[in-house]
């Protein structure tokens, strides 16, 4: 059997349970972390996710979670200054 494709590929996978609460896999590092803000690196580019009350519940080298309230969920380029 072969590896699924986003497992080759290191795509993200970002899955949503509700509004409180979601699990990304795949992901590069941490870039920035607040309460109302968290930036992750990805293998191209970030994924920002804002609301209110956002923590870390946990993370490993393959996965985390991210609990609150997640108002808004953004791809992106980094930017190249």
């Known amino acids: 059997s072969s590896m699924p494709k986003d497992v080759v ?7 949503i349970t509700g509004e409180f609460e979601m699990n990304i896999e795949n992901y590069r590092g941490i870039i920035e972390y607040t309460d ?27 996965d985390m979670k991210i609990s609150g309230f997640i108002a808004n969920i953004q791809f992106g380029k980094e930017q190249q200054s």
Do not use: D, H, M
Not at 9 to 15: A, F, H, K
């Open 36 to 62: 109302s803000l968290i930036r992750i690196k990805l293998k191209s580019g970030q994924l920002k996710i804002s609301g209110k009350r956002l923590e870390i519940a946990y993370y490993t080298n393959e």
């Open 9 to 15: 590929l290191g795509v993200p996978i970002v899955t």
